[in-house]
């Protein structure tokens, strides 16, 4: 173990970087992508400035094992973002995000495209202006306002009970969806 002090540190830290930064490199660029090599080597050497002192004069194990140690929460992090983009999927791909209670509404917003179902949120959950919500949109107050009209006739469309011919099947049957 090296104790340092002052200068001494920055030049010691300088030359446990200088000399095994690349094989830390390798070691995580054989284990992740490089951009997580990247992040990993800095993690590395970040733990080894703060423990320095802890450093062996044979650093490079000391230093893969500290690596290990960040590919092992490199990856259950991306494990973790993974798990939560699968949570919020439904969202992403337009399902109503929130529990409406009445399946008909959900199911009609659900059936409604991206584009229609986005003015109508931003108007009746979030409460937003037409001259506010434009502005989420990038659109100017007037194009919002007909996009907003075009929504809820398509809302209305997709509420209208739909009749079914008697003998028909749910599978014959077409989604009505303009």
């Known amino acids: 173990m090296w104790c340092v002090t002052g200068d001494d540190r920055s030049a010691r830290a300088e030359a446990l970087f200088e000399a095994n930064w690349r094989a830390v490199l390798a070691y995580a660029r054989r284990r992740a992508s490089h951009a997580a090599a990247d992040e990993v080597l800095s993690d590395v050497f970040m733990v080894a400035w703060r423990r320095l002192d802890d450093v062996p004069a044979d650093a490079l194990p000391w230093l893969l094992a500290c690596a290990r140690s960040a590919l092992a929460n490199h990856h259950r992090a991306q494990r973790r973002r993974l798990r939560l983009l699968a949570r919020l999927r439904p969202t992403v791909t337009g399902e109503p995000p929130i529990a409406l209670g009445d399946g008909r509404l959900a199911g ?29 949109l990038g659109c100017s107050p007037e194009a919002f306002r007909v996009r907003l009209h075009r929504a809820r006739k398509h809302l209305a469309q997709a509420l209208e009970p739909v009749e079914v011919p008697a003998g028909a099947t ?7 969806n303009e």
């Open 108 to 136: 009609a917003l659900a059936r409604l495209g991206a584009r229609d179902r986005e003015a109508l949120l931003l108007s009746a959950w979030e409460g937003l202006s037409a001259q506010q919500a434009a502005g989420v």
């Open 170 to 176: 749910a599978t014959s049957m077409e989604v009505r």
